[in-house]
């Protein structure tokens, strides 16, 4: 079948014929999806299509709507874990964030010398613009009513992966200092948001990243924005990521952890994770080489099975029912899915493509 469909290219069925559903035909014959929402699919852009195609619930709000601004967070569950999906489209970053860093060759700090205190990575404020103070007040307000729901629903198992657009633990490099990324979210969170969280899976930022935390005090983030779209130069200096001391949100709250290792990198690529017979998951990050035509394994995580902290473990029923699949392969999308696709997180278990 040829990509090819006449008509005016867009947020409608020509544009998202040849953007996703022409590309990803093989995979849709057999395998169900997860659909995550990202800042291409806001409203003004190409959220029409998003709700018409990808969105799993009707909108029955009493009105004409087609697009939603925003909403809540939902759990899609199997036997042994679930997959909690935040809708973080809305959310303007400071200074357009990660798209306008300024990554220079000899900007970001190489290894701390001995004696030298570790890297703590900036933060950008969002309060820093005053023109808007009130949306941002707005957002925390908002995101921190949906971190609730997301800790809520982490009752339901005990094996949980964070599904969302903004990467809530990423680190990026603009100009001379290592930032952290998307401080609204981190704005929103308390010291208990991710206590049932085995890892975070993201995009949104133009490369590879995945940090693992000493003693496993956050859960691990994996960024996989690398899979088609434009890739953004990331000049991270590779041996100080064990040197980086996060520290995000509010300061009561004290959320903070040591990389332990972990890699950014700035080009094409995906990820496997698939499901041991431990219930552990080994996540394999394959990246193309360029020079040799071929794709080699670049970084490989393994995410222990059960809760990632002595949290509470006992669940709480549930008021709304939630998206539920009864196992199988299963695609998740994290937003801009007009831009291509980006990760497989899959083999055996779940398939999950997370888009720039």
Known sequence: MMNFVPGHYGDNFYGWWADWFYPAMNLLQSTPIIPGRGNHEICTRGGFGFFLFMFPYDIDDGSTNYCLDNYPPYAVRFEHEQFL?????????LRGG???????????????EDGQPLIVPKRENRYLDPKNAEETEEQVELFTKWFKDIEFLSLDRETNFYVGHRPVLGIGCNYTDVVTLDWTLQQS????????ISALITGHMHWLEVL?????????QMVVGNGGTMMIENKID??????????????????????????????????IMERQDDLSYEVKFMTWQADKGSVANQFNLT????????AQTDATEDGDEPVTMQGGNVIVSSGDIQSRLSFIVGAFFVIVYLCN
Not at 85 to 93: A, G, L, R, T
Not at 189 to 196: A, E, G, I, K, Q
């Open 238 to 271: 590779q041996s100080s990521i064990p040197y980086i001391n996060l520290t995000v949100g509010k300061e009561e709250y004290g959320i903070h952890g040591r990389v332990k290792r972990g890699i950014t990198k700035s080009a094409f690529g995906y990820g």
């Open 189 to 196: 969170l308390t010291n208990t948001t991710f206590d049932r």
């Open 98 to 112: 990660v798209d306008h860093y300024m990554n220079t060759l000899e900007g970001c700090p190489g290894t701390p």
């Open 212 to 220: 693992e935390f000493e003693d496993n005090v956050l859960p691990a």
């Open 85 to 93: 999906v935040m809708d973080d489209s809305i959310i303007n970053p």
């Open 303 to 310: 995410i222990p099975a059960g809760l990632r902290k002595n």
